[in-house]
């Protein structure tokens, strides 16, 4: 946003229907007004200088009634959602629920290709595995390294990697990229579970921990998948979700 | 015995010591008292204070009767004589009304002996204990027996019971047995344990078997019972067994406290009887213990409890009225430090531990090194609003100090290192609105390269983990919203204030109410009242304040408690003290008496006595050398009354330790012998031979020589004629005008009994108060003004002269006579004090269209039109509001700092009438300070934006159609911006009223900006340099209504000390001339800062006002012809000084080489 490209604008406090449904619809307004613009939350957040955009101007084009312009920005889809702005803002401005909510304003087809692609993927797999992996690829790549680690190393002779296990205490969920791309990664993990004598288990379906309808703010598929998933926990009869992503 | 006081002041930190301070002043007894073990609260810890950057406390100290407190540094301690200081002291219950409380206080003892202990530290070096030192905020480590600060006068260790771990090495190290732990008395003191168990009994015993407690033991309730009977052998502890057979623990419980209300019972219970003897235990049991018990745990428990309930003791007063003055504590950032670093980082500490760190007493030596690895600090960051100004820490404040406490210690890094520093200060808004404060950051800024960002960082990092550095890293967005990464080596947290520890608890045992922040709650046009009558809130006790501020909030407590006070024990109606008669002694023969204190064990052992009595008696003009016990207990001083009732000495000096416990002595010794106090002196002669033990004795005895030595040929040289006599006082008050200041000032001394003349030059009472039609706290100003101005008029002991001037003014010191021109003619008034309350208004600069557009208003007219109705708010579009207009730039280079709460003010009142109504703000910064920052929150809450601008880039107003448009720089989104308001407001800001005519007058100072200049503005906030002239209100600086009122009543409380009084005496230390060498150049007139000398024209010489002089001696060292002289400071004398401590170097191969040479000090008489 150079300043030349930019005209004098009458400020209009009012702002357009996205300013409205955000006060309407979040607590307090969503603290949007409260903001001092101290830059706190600019000066910790990964997505500040993209766009020459940063969370603060985002919340100010929004006091200042530029909230049209501001939700199409697509600065907005920079966000990753990790709170560090909220964490320490003095007026507790919800920042992310903000953002979250100005990708909602975005027409589905308009949202990127890529959180839209893996998103609607994960929709279409029972596993929920945004990279489109099956249940028998998950059963095939976990066997298979179980079995190599269990060659390759000493310590790990009698090393258990349970599927589908009714009742075991923990549901272990695990992110499409380790078993897709780097499945040595998942190694670790299970050799803690194992050393600490852990009753825990995966499951062939639903055990994609990533979920990028959240990101897509695809309210909707985000409650779909987060539902499957509960529901393999439950068919389990696991007490614990334990959530890796 | 029952004691009774004026008033108990809670807390003795600077604001507490003034409110102490300006009520003994006027003859009332106070008792002072602090939790700690030391005065001084925060100062303590602060070695440099804006806005001269150095200390300047004992500027409090009285500059009349000086000779009743002490007089010298104030961070070292204070002596007054109507004040008692009780440390370590705590309130804790309070019953009665106004003018007739009875306060029960609990003093935690210290254990040491204060007049057993030589400080010679020998008990810390021992102490196996090491906690973090609350004086160097942490950055040291202390003992359990330690030395609270390491300055004060006396200077006696204290035990901190609660980490002690009884190991009692220190009470066998100390050299003079000042420690006392109680141990012979621990045998009359009787424990009985109740328990059928015979285990527990046993068990105890055993472990007990070194602490010497006469142990007793029974099987059931009824033998308890019985025990408890036994008068001979009161039990003092009763362990109780939940479990008891018999008479069961609840009846021998309310037995036992039935015989001796006093007896402490600690129930034993097994863990599934915790809970009934937690039930219990509200009975009065004091404790419970869960078997079993851990030995390690239980004696040392055992013996303190022992120990606070034989050493610590409950105190009950009388007092008239109570003024608290608990300061504030600061923030701790432990909480925010995962993402600040604090606790983390060494490279991250709090402004506190930054003083620390600049004090030549902290840590480093007044070096900047950095806590953790040495490394010298060059590159540092202020980051401020840590924990204030933020809703998710519940501070929705500010604590009005941290941005000029930043600046400061900005400045002070430049300073120690040279201007090597390179300074940073992360901000929101620089909140520079006290006096003389914006002119400081702008000198800052503009001579002392501090950099000021307007930023704040989100989280602090190590700069490279990799090679062990401790520099930290930090992000922030710059002002052009570039982000930036920048490497320090320290990072200071602006810590914010917090209400002080205990402040719930002792509003509970007062009955007094807190604010939502908890701090103790004040209404805003009386500011220094609690929701209690009789019980005031001082100092930074209701919300943060600065010292200036801090010591007018505790003048203005004290007015109001002196008012209570009086109503009880009028001052008019107080005989004053008889003056002393000291017989003539110029003509004598000088004669002195020498006598020395030998209590202290230690001094036998490291002087030879007889040498030093036998070379003493040998000094020019000395009578007697004469050893006494121990001269600060009474049969000690009989001795030395004695002494000189047998040889009536005309000067006497005493060896002693702590000479400054001595001052009221020597008084009441001069009243009783006839012999004037300056003729007598003590001198510390117990430091040398604590501080030097072990080293060889004639050096340790060449020092003590050397000190009474010098001592004596000063006394020798002492100008034994009279000192000049009292100042009859003329007993009314002159408050020059009728606004807000005047008339609080006019009624807080009439209240007293005190006649005043009131004299406003309008036609009206009441000045700019008037034009304040409602507040931001939903008080009511107009209905308050309206009854101040009747009860001004009604008042007996005012006299309101309206449409009238001062037109002259002559006199001295406590004797004034002023003529005032009315429309009746001239008046002719006789007053000891003047008060100038000449006010101020709001500025008026015609710019932006005022003047010239409707549509333009100062937000003065605006809340005229909004309280009268005229403004239909449903008819606007929108409002926009510029402030600083013309304020804090050139020309008016300070801050007005009203007008952003009265920008508030109308913002919100709008809002109210009209939620819709879009508002603009034009700011620079907010200045919102203290609790009124929740109404910056409220106005943003209402939708008001907020628009920041600098002086390079202010807002331009054109008008279209007779519309203002707006244009400004967003500064966030680095855009134009344009609005088209209905309505355009402006913020003026205020100035102060003309005052050259009484400048000349009273001979009075402004400053640059045209208020009056106060003789120092943190330490003496409403006193002119010139004694007897006090200011208040807009004349001195901007602010609300609520401050006015409080500088108004701290200046009426400076007035009625001098009132107070029926004659004023100098002290003994003031500056004289002799005429017959003087010249008549004046030099000494222009040097005096107290306006004390003057050149009489009639008489041709050049005359000192002794009540005005402090003894400075400036114009003794500026005068060409020593015609200027400093009593008890001759030339003669303090050569002959020289010449002794000279002498004293020679001691030793004096001799040696017996019998000695005659001193060389032949008497020091000009």
């Known amino acids: 946003m150079s300043e030349a490209a930019v005209a004098v604008k009458t400020v209009d406090l009012k702002g357009g229907t996205f300013k409205h449904q955000i006060m309407d619809l979040l607590p307090d307004g969503g603290n949007l007004n409260l903001c001092l613009t101290c830059g706190l939350c600019s000066s910790g957040c990964p997505a500040t200088g993209l766009e020459d955009m940063d969370p603060r101007k985002f919340l100010r084009m929004l006091v200042l009634g530029l909230d049209e312009e501001a939700a199409k920005l697509p600065w907005v889809w920079m966000c990753?959602?990790?709170?560090?702005?909220?964490?320490?803002?003095?007026?507790?401005?919800?920042?992310?629920?903000?953002?979250?909510?100005?990708?909602?304003?975005?027409?589905?087809?308009?949202?990127?290709?890529?959180?839209?692609?893996?998103?609607?993927?994960?929709?279409?797999?029972?596993?929920?595995?945004?990279?489109?992996?099956?249940?028998?690829?998950?059963?095939?790549?976990?066997?298979?390294?179980?079995?190599?680690?269990?060659?390759?190393?000493?310590?790990?002779?009698?090393?258990?990697?349970?599927?589908?296990?009714?009742?075991a205490h923990f549901f272990l969920n695990q992110n499409s990229r380790e078993p897709v791309t780097e499945p040595d990664e998942m190694v670790p993990l299970w050799k803690i579970l194992n050393l600490v004598g852990a009753d825990w288990t995966y499951s062939d379906v639903g055990w994609g921990a990533e979920n990028y309808c959240m990101f897509l703010a695809d309210s909707e598929a985000w409650e779909k998948i987060v539902r499957n998933k509960m529901e393999t926990v439950e068919s389990l009869k696991c007490k614990v979700w334990l959530n890796t992503e | 015995m029952k004691k009774t006081y004026g008033a108990l002041v809670v807390g003795a930190g600077v604001g507490g010591i003034r409110a102490a301070l300006d009520l003994a002043e006027t003859g009332q007894s106070v008792a002072l008292i602090d939790k700690k073990p030391n005065i001084g609260g925060i100062l303590t810890q602060l070695d440099y204070q804006f806005p001269n950057d150095h200390c300047g406390m004992c500027k409090m100290l009285p500059l009349t009767e000086r000779d009743g407190s002490s007089q010298f540094c104030m961070r070292k301690g204070l002596f007054h004589r109507n004040i008692d200081i009780m440390l370590s002291t705590e309130v804790t219950a309070l019953e009665g009304e106004p003018g007739k409380f009875m306060v029960t206080l609990r003093k935690r003892s210290a254990f040491v002996d204060p007049n057993k202990c030589i400080g010679c530290g020998k008990c810390s070096e021992v102490c196996p204990v090491k906690v973090k030192s609350d004086f160097n905020a942490g950055l040291t480590k202390r003992s359990a027996i330690y030395l609270p600060v390491p300055h004060n006068i006396p200077n006696h260790y204290v035990v901190d019971l609660d980490n002690c771990l009884r190991c009692w090495q220190c009470y066998n190290a100390c050299p003079t047995g000042a420690i006392d732990f109680k141990f012979e008395e621990r045998q009359g003191f009787h424990i009985l344990v109740a328990d059928s168990d015979p285990k527990t009994f046993e068990d105890m015993k055993d472990w007990l078997q070194d602490q010497n407690f006469p142990l007793r033991h029974v099987f059931d309730g009824d033998a308890a019972v019985d025990a408890l009977a036994d008068q001979s052998r009161q039990v003092r502890i009763l362990f109780l067994d939940m479990g008891l057979p018999g008479s069961d623990p609840e009846k021998v419980l309310r037995r036992g406290l039935e015989l001796n209300p006093d007896l402490h019972v600690v129930l034993m219970a097994q863990p599934d009887q915790e809970q009934a003897a937690r039930e219990l235990a509200g009975q009065g049991a004091k404790d419970v213990l869960l078997k079993p018990f851990e030995p390690k745990r239980f004696v040392p428990w055992l013996d303190k409890l022992y120990m606070r309930m034989m050493s610590d003791e409950t105190l009950d007063l009388d007092v008239g009225a109570v003024i608290l003055a608990g300061g504030f504590e600061c923030y701790d950032p432990g909480e925010v430090g995962d993402v600040l670093g604090y606790g983390r980082e060494p490279a991250v500490v709090t402004s506190v531990e930054f003083e620390r760190m600049c004090s030549g007493t902290g840590p480093s030596n007044a070096k900047l090194i950095r806590p953790g690895d040495n490394k010298p600090?060059?590159?540092?960051?202020?980051?401020?609003?840590?924990?204030?100004?933020?809703?998710?820490?519940?501070?929705?404040?500010?604590?009005?100090?941290?941005?000029?406490?930043?600046?400061?210690?900005?400045?002070?890094?430049?300073?120690?290192?040279?201007?090597?520093?390179?300074?940073?200060?992360?901000?929101?808004?620089?909140?520079?609105?006290?006096?003389e404060y914006e002119r400081y950051r702008q000198n800052a800024e503009a001579n002392d390269g501090v950099k000021f960002v307007n930023a704040r960082i989100h989280s602090v990092v190590p700069a490279d983990q990799t090679s062990g550095s401790k520099d930290i890293k930090v992000l922030y967005l710059d002002e052009a919203g570039r982000l930036q990464e920048e490497v320090f080596d320290l990072l200071v947290l602006a810590v914010g204030a917090r209400p002080p520890v205990g402040t719930k608890e002792l509003a509970e045992a007062l009955g007094i109410e807190t604010n939502e922040w908890g701090y103790c709650k004040t209404r805003y046009f009386t500011p220094s009242r609690t929701s209690a009558y009789g019980i005031f809130a001082a100092g930074s006790y209701n919300g943060p304040k600065d010292i200036a501020e801090t010591l007018i909030q505790s003048g203005a407590a004290a007015l109001e408690a002196s008012r209570i006070i009086t109503i009880y024990a009028p001052l008019t109606e107080r005989t004053p003290e008889p003056q002393p008669e000291y017989r003539n002694v110029s003509r004598e023969t000088p004669k002195i008496l020498i006598a020395l204190c030998t209590s202290c064990p230690i001094l036998e052992q490291t002087v030879d006595m007889d040498s030093l009595v036998a070379r003493l008696g040998g000094l020019a003009s000395v009578a007697q050398v004469a050893k006494i016990g121990s001269a600060c207990t009474k049969p000690g001083w009989e001795e030395i009354e004695a002494l000189a009732d047998k040889h009536s000495p005309n000067r006497i000096l005493i060896g002693a330790c702590q000479p400054y416990a001595y001052i009221p002595k020597l008084r009441e010794l001069g009243q009783t012998i006839g012999l004037n106090p300056a003729l007598m002196d003590v001198v510390d002669i117990f430091t040398p031979t604590a501080a030097r033990q072990g080293e060889d004795k004639g050096a340790v005895e060449r020092e003590v020589f050397s000190a009474l030595s010098m001592a004596s040929v000063r006394l020798l040289g002492a100008d034994p004629t009279p000192l000049p006599p009292a100042t009859q006082v003329t007993r009314k008050a002159l408050v020059v005008g009728g606004g807000l200041a005047?008339?609080?000032?006019?009624?807080?001394?009439?209240?007293?009994?005190?006649?005043?003349?009131?004299?406003?030059?309008?036609?009206?009472?009441?000045?700019?108060?008037?034009?304040?039609?409602?507040?931001?706290?939903?008080?009511?100003?107009?209905?308050?003004?309206?009854d101040l101005i009747d009860s001004v008029q009604k008042h007996p002991n005012i006299t309101v002269y309206k449409d009238a001037r001062v037109v002259l003014s002559s006199g001295r010191a406590g004797r004034f006579t002023s003529v005032i021109a009315t429309d009746q003619g001239a008046v002719s008034f006789d007053h000891g004090a003047t008060v100038l309350a000449t006010g101020g208004r709001e500025a008026n600069v015609y710019d932006y269209g005022f003047r010239v557009h409707k549509c333009v208003m100062t937000q003065r007219e605006l809340e005229d039109q909004l309280a009268s109705g005229a403004l239909d708010t449903s008819a606007l579009s929108g409002v926009a509001m510029i402030q600083c207009w013309r304020s804090r730039d050139e020309g008016r280079s300070y801050c007005s700092r009203v007008c952003c709460g009265q920008a508030l003010k109308n913002l919100l009142m709008l809002k109210k009438r009209n939620p819709e109504l879009p508002v603009y703000v034009f700011y620079r910064d907010i200045m919102t300070y203290g609790f009124a920052e929740t109404y910056y929150t409220q106005a943003r809450k209402a939708g008001a934006v907020f628009i920041r601008y600098d002086l390079k880039d202010k807002p331009k107003v054109e008008f279209e159609d007779k519309v203002p448009v707006i244009t400004a720089r967003d500064p966030i989104l680095q855009r134009e911006i344009q609005v088209r308001p209905s309505l355009l407001v402006l913020s003026g800001g205020i100035e102060p009223n003309e005052v050259s005519d009484l400048q000349e007058m009273f001979g009075v100072e402004v400053n640059a900006d045209g208020f009056f200049q106060e003789a120092e503005y943190k330490w003496r906030p409403v006193d002119f340099l010139k004694q007897r002239l006090f200011m208040c209100g807009l004349a001195r600086a901007p602010g609300n209504m609520s401050e006015t009122i409080a500088s108004a009543k701290a200046a009426a409380q400076r007035a009625v000390r001098i009132l107070s009084e029926m004659r004023l005496t100098s002290g003994s230390v003031i500056a004289e001339v002799r005429h017959s060498l003087c010249s008549l150049c004046g030099k000494c007139i222009s040097v005096c800062p107290y306006g004390a000398r003057s050149l009489d024209l009639e008489q041709d010489m050049i005359l000192v006002d002794e009540l005005l002089c402090q003894g400075c001696g400036a114009c003794a060292a500026v005068c060409p012809n020593s015609a200027s002289l400093l009593r008890g400071f001759r030339d003669q004398q303090v050569l002959s000084v020289i010449d002794a401590a000279l002498n004293g170097l020679n001691y030793g191969r004096a001799r040696a080489a017996e019998p000695e040479t005659a001193t060389q000090t032949e008497g020091g008489e000009s």
Request: proline share 4%; net charge neutral.
């Open chain 2, 377 to 435: 600090i060059k590159k540092i960051a202020w980051l401020q609003c840590v924990g204030s100004r933020d809703l998710k820490k519940k501070a929705d404040y500010c604590s009005s100090v941290c941005c000029m406490i930043s600046i400061k210690e900005a400045l002070l890094a430049k300073k120690l290192t040279k201007g090597e520093a390179e300074t940073t200060i992360f901000y929101m808004d620089m909140r520079t609105f006290g006096k």
């Open chain 2, 742 to 786: 005047g008339m609080t000032a006019a009624m807080g001394i009439a209240d007293h009994g005190y006649a005043v003349s009131l004299v406003e030059e309008q036609e009206t009472l009441g000045g700019q108060a008037m034009n304040i039609r409602y507040t931001l706290n939903d008080e009511d100003p107009v209905k308050f003004m309206e």
């Open chain 1, 80 to 167: 990753t959602m990790c709170q560090r702005c909220i964490y320490v803002c003095p007026m507790q401005i919800n920042i992310p629920e903000i953002v979250y909510r100005a990708r909602e304003t975005w027409p589905r087809e308009e949202r990127p290709k890529g959180i839209r692609g893996s998103c609607d993927q994960a929709l279409n797999t029972p596993t929920n595995s945004a990279m489109g992996a099956k249940p028998d690829d998950f059963k095939f790549v976990v066997e298979d390294v179980v079995e190599e680690i269990r060659e390759a190393q000493e310590c790990c002779k009698d090393l258990v990697v349970p599927m589908n296990k009714k009742g």
